[in-house]
């Protein structure tokens, strides 16, 4: 079974930059798509991030792009969410999921994962 904890998140002002982290266990992962996404009260869920563990292809929503910048470490099965020029309509819980990687599925949707973390609050002040 794969656990998914992330970390790192906080309270941060505009303009400013923070690294969340997703440890995972469980699974070998050199075969998995990790993906990170985020929700803010009353909105859906937004699709943010992902990578490939196998070959570190990485794809970005287009509104994420030039600001954060997903990363992986093999040796100590985590994920990383680098964000800067945070802006207050940043501020969500951010999660990150993972699922072994298959052309079936869409991982820029929730509905590509089966397995989440519990999210990590960030959010930023203007």
């Known amino acids: 079974q794969v656990q998914l904890v992330e970390s790192g998140g906080g309270l941060v002002q505009a303009g400013g930059s923070l690294r969340l982290s997703c440890a995972a266990s469980?699974?070998?992962?050199?075969?998995?798509?990790t993906g990170w996404f985020r929700q803010a009260p009353g909105k859906e869920r937004e699709f943010v991030a992902t990578?490939?563990?196998?070959?570190?292809?990485?794809y970005y929503a287009d509104s994420m792009k030039g600001r954060f910048t997903i990363s992986r470490d093999n040796n100590k099965n985590t994920v990383y969410l680098q964000m800067n020029n945070l802006k207050p309509e940043d501020t969500a819980v951010y999660y990150c999921?993972?699922?072994?990687?298959?052309?079936?599925?869409?991982?820029?949707?929730?509905?590509?994962?089966?397995?989440w973390g519990q999210g990590t609050q960030v959010t930023v002040s203007s």
């Open positions: 999921a993972a699922r072994y990687y298959s052309a079936l599925y869409d991982y820029s949707s929730p509905r590509g994962y089966d397995n």
């Open positions: 469980g699974r070998t992962f050199s075969s998995y798509v």
């Open positions: 990578i490939r563990w196998s070959d570190e292809s990485t």
